[in-house]
């Protein structure tokens, strides 16, 4: 039985966890080790307008934010890199894991896996060129084959990376399907690097379950279930769930933070607004009431929303 407590991170989701909410989460919940951006990439030749700034520090008060980037090309990551380093960053992490068809079939993320060399590449022109940061990986077992990990794995042990962040699922997996404790087990038994379990933890039972079976685990990344219940890292550090009151309470003022940031932020009116606040309760409360939740995402009126979410949150 491992009854130390394991540092929680939290996972990128595009989309959803931005600067807004994870800022609104430390203050609220806490209980994070580290944030970590949904990753930058080079798109049409340039950076995002929105990613840049994402990253500024005045949008991450109170949070320990960590970068990702996503690149298939030495030359992409070194510019992505650039743009890091300016904002003051000296922990980054590499995307291997990105399992979407459209970025993985240009040698992005997950769809490198299978490209040792290209691997290679990648890693060492971010190491050689900047000695100074310290790098991490999130990757995936494979794209189509789970000894695609097991190939780098020597590869990754001779690398000074600060931890290594596995997803036990295929690329072409995708969220589909059952995680592969077996083929995490091998990664495991063999890893040299402080690793990180990621999939499918949504409760403290799960949390717990994971701890235990893999006792030598440097920490978890926690997504969608830290999206679903924004307690589940403290839950599990203090031990016990909070009451009904306390939970609900605590959803109350992570909307407002929310609600009242993205309006102050937005600048295309109702219609914007209900649209990013949809967003906002695509996994929040997956029990709560149904008529509610419908409402919310259907309704082109915010005062029917904030009505709905009135009575969601009784």
Known sequence: MNNEKLPIHFAPLQGYTDAIYRSAHARIYG??????????RIEHGDFRRKDVRELDADNNRGVNLTPQLIASTPEKLLRILSLFIEKGYK????NLGCPFPTLAKRHNGAGLLPYPDEVKALLMAAIEAHPEIHFSVKMRLGWEDANECMALLPFLNSLPLSHITMHPRLGKQQ?????????????????????IYNGDLLTVSDIENISNRFPRLGGLMIGRGLLANPALAIEYQQGEPLSPQAMMEKIRLLHADVFSQYGNLLEG??????????TFWEYLLPDGDRKAKKVIHKTSKLSNYQAAVSNLLK
């Open 31 to 40: 209980g994070i080790e580290s944030y970590y951006t949904p990753f930058v």
């Open 91 to 94: 922990n980054v992490d590499i």
């Open 175 to 195: 969220y589909k399907g059952e995680v592969d404790l077996e083929a995490f087990q091998r990664f495991y038994a063999e890893c040299e690097k402080p690793l």
């Open 269 to 278: 009116g109702e219609q914007q607004l209900l649209t990013k606040m949809r």
